[in-house]
């Protein structure tokens, strides 16, 4: 399908994210989410979060996270239901519709790269149209705190 796509000048047809969420799961051999909120799958831990990208660098982008009342209330929602909830948290690159490169992080490391950027961006909401919350772990947070699982 991929080549087929990019034969014709379609673009990537993987584009939208579950589709990518289902591959990491099978290239991982770990459960696919049945629904769309929540995990995006499971592993030994329980529920995981998935992050791809298809650009040259991996990363991965938490964003449309809502906000609370007080920095207090978003600190415990991100630690306990949107971020820390998940022990663990893979990150995968692809290339032509295929995963060239996957990273775990626990959700400890990844609360630790966040939590800054989004506490700063969190005081400085007023100043957006969107006020919901958005960060990046990047490809230098995701070597130095990830465990390499392919590439």
């Not at 499971?42 to 906000?67: F, L, P």
């Not at 990273?103 to 007023?126: C, F, G, N």
Request: charged share 25%.
């Amino acid at each position: 399908m991929y080549a087929v796509c990019d034969r014709n000048g379609w673009g990537d047809p993987f584009s939208y994210a579950r589709s990518r969420e289902i591959m990491m799961a099978i290239v991982m051999k770990q459960k696919v989410a049945e629904t769309y909120s929540g995990a995006d799958g499971y592993d030994e831990s329980g529920g995981a979060e998935y992050k791809s990208t298809i650009q040259r660098n991996i990363q991965g982008t938490y964003n449309g996270i809502s906000v609370q009342s007080t920095w207090v209330e978003q600190a415990r929602y991100l630690e306990e239901e949107k971020i820390g909830k998940y022990k663990n948290h893979y990150f995968a690159r692809f290339e032509a519709g295929k995963v060239v490169e996957l990273w775990r992080l626990d959700a400890e490391h990844v609360l630790l790269v966040l939590m800054p950027k989004l506490h700063k961006q969190y005081h400085s909401r007023h100043q957006r149209k969107d006020p919901r919350l958005g960060a990046t772990v990047t490809k230098k947070e995701i070597y130095k705190y990830g465990t390499c699982l392919l590439g």
